[in-house]
């Protein structure tokens, strides 16, 4: 990739935990000199947000997938334009929760959409920004639904909670089958049982990216 900084992608089901260990690594990679630029998908700017709001309403359970879909490469659009591509030229290190693989998992695998087509247009959404390391955090698809729910209960669950178990059991397979199609960059890493292993392990397959991790 032509930017500066390096570009590491966390992925995973539901209640896997990728933003407690974003917030883990990004406190220890500040710690070792580096500027850490945190953002999220869909989100991340004043219109991706916007757009999170309408992807996770539950009440538009009738969403077609193709509609979802193009909503999701909107917002990407948006955010690698307005800031990760910055920060990638500006030398930062982005860790970034979700990015295109969750596209292939959720709407490909997930929806049953054309995985060509989402190629397609994950590749027009992101240009030069390819990640240089992605975290596939793995965790049994029912076990993470009530981890995610946890907290508000399944009643208020969001858009994308709400899918269904067999929904979510294929976009837990679609990881697996990517992480399998491309294991250089997808590290594949099962939550382990206490919050400081699955932090280990992640670090270990991030220590030749940066010096001292």
Same mark, same amino acid.
């Given at each position: 990739?032509?930017?500066?900084?390096?570009?590491?992608?966390?992925?995973?089901?539901?209640?896997?935990?990728?933003?407690?260990?974003?917030?883990?690594?990004?406190?220890?990679?500040?710690?070792?000199?580096?500027?850490? /630029?945190?953002?999220?998908?869909?989100?991340?700017?004043?219109?991706?947000?916007?757009? +999170?709001?309408?992807?996770?309403?539950?009440?538009?359970?009738?969403?077609?997938?193709?509609?979802?879909?193009?909503?999701?490469?909107?917002?990407?659009?948006?955010?690698?334009?307005?800031?990760?591509?910055?920060?990638?030229?500006?030398?930062?290190?982005?860790? /970034?929760?979700?990015?295109?693989?969750?596209?292939?998992?959720?709407?490909?695998?997930?929806?049953?959409?054309?995985?060509?087509?989402?190629?397609?247009?994950?590749?027009?959404?992101?240009?030069? /920004?390819?990640?240089?390391?992605?975290?596939?955090?793995?965790?049994?698809?029912?076990?993470?639904?009530?981890?995610?729910?946890?907290?508000?209960?399944?009643?208020?669950?969001? +858009?994308?909670?709400?899918?269904?178990?067999?929904?979510?059991? +294929?976009?837990?397979?679609?990881?697996?089958?990517?992480?399998?199609?491309?294991?250089?960059?997808?590290?594949?890493?099962?939550?382990?049982?206490?919050?400081?292993?699955?932090?280990?392990?992640? +670090?270990?397959?991030?220590?030749?990216?940066?010096?001292?991790?």
């Amino acid at each position: 990739m032509s930017a500066k900084g390096t570009f590491i992608t966390f992925e995973g089901g539901e209640g896997c935990g990728k933003s407690t260990h974003i917030k883990l690594l990004a406190s220890r990679l500040e710690e070792l000199g580096y500027t850490v /630029c945190q953002v999220r998908e869909p989100g991340g700017t004043a219109s991706g947000e916007r757009i +999170r709001e309408i992807l996770l309403d539950p009440s538009l359970s009738d969403m077609e997938p193709l509609t979802e879909l193009l909503l999701y490469e909107a917002a990407r659009a948006q955010i690698v334009t307005e800031v990760i591509a910055p920060a990638l030229q500006d030398g930062q290190v982005v860790l /970034c929760d979700r990015f295109i693989d969750s596209t292939v998992a959720y709407q490909g695998f997930g929806r049953g959409l054309d995985i060509a087509l989402i190629e397609q247009l994950n590749a027009a959404t992101i240009g030069d /920004c390819v990640p240089d390391r992605t975290i596939l955090l793995q965790l049994d698809a029912q076990a993470g639904l009530q981890r995610a729910t946890e907290q508000t209960g399944a009643a208020h669950a969001d +858009r994308i909670e709400a899918a269904g178990a067999d929904f979510h059991e +294929r976009v837990h397979d679609g990881f697996d089958t990517l992480a399998a199609q491309d294991p250089q960059r997808i590290r594949l890493i099962q939550t382990a049982s206490s919050r400081e292993k699955t932090q280990e392990a992640i +670090r270990a397959q991030l220590a030749d990216l940066f010096e001292g991790l």
